[in-house]
């Protein structure tokens, strides 16, 4: 499964968002293939950093994505500005509202019932300034992988729930996008590529 995630706006969190993804994936799959002893394979994930700004063009990685992923800054007029500009990529695609401390207020709800995406084709990061510092620090899936098996507080429990909300829409919104262009689902380990 080939997921992009791309930025609106340089500052948006795009790859932040992509690692604690990528983060969240390995730990869900390698529980789930524990749980049910590996019988149809792990599934396979192949995660790409698209950067941010300009809409995506004609080159391999957009057309090789089963899945864009959307990252959008919180911040309404963000919001605003892209999806009343570009609705109709936004429905094809992931929404994921990016959530830094103290910006924005931008909610999924809003995504869902003003413009009309689909619970299952958006989601939020949810703020957590430790996330964000172990992000900085080049540790975003190592902060996942521990606050996974054992959060350090309510805040990073929450974080975490929201995540792995997110990254189960995101698969399933991926399997349903690669089933209506024919494409199967890869099933053999579970793999992170970034670019």
Not at 40 to 58: E, H, M
Not at 120 to 125: I, N, V, Y
Not at 145 to 160: C, D
Request: net charge positive.
């Amino acid at each position: 499964m080939n997921l992009v995630f791309w930025g609106t706006q340089a500052h948006c969190g795009a790859s932040a968002n992509m690692y604690a993804v990528a983060g969240m994936l390995e730990m869900m799959y390698d529980r789930q293939t524990a749980a049910r002893g590996d019988g149809n394979g792990p599934r396979r994930f192949r995660l790409r950093d698209a950067g941010s700004g300009t809409l995506p063009g004609k080159g391999d990685v957009w057309k090789q994505a089963d899945l864009v992923v959307i990252n959008l800054s919180r911040e309404r007029e963000s919001i605003e500005r892209f999806l009343d500009g570009h609705l109709i990529f936004a429905r094809r695609s992931f929404v994921l509202l990016s959530s830094f401390p103290g910006e924005g207020t931008g909610s999924v709800k809003e995504l869902v019932y003003r413009y009309r995406l689909g619970e299952d084709a958006c989601g939020m990061m949810r703020e957590n300034a430790a996330y964000y510092l172990a992000a900085g620090r080049g540790k975003s899936r190592e902060f996942v992988r521990q606050e996974y098996k054992r959060p350090g507080s309510l805040r990073n429990e929450q974080f975490l729930r929201e995540l792995q909300r997110t990254a189960e829409r995101i698969v399933r919104l991926a399997d349903c996008r690669a089933a209506e262009r024919g494409v199967t689902a890869h099933s053999t380990q579970t793999n992170q590529k970034i670019r």
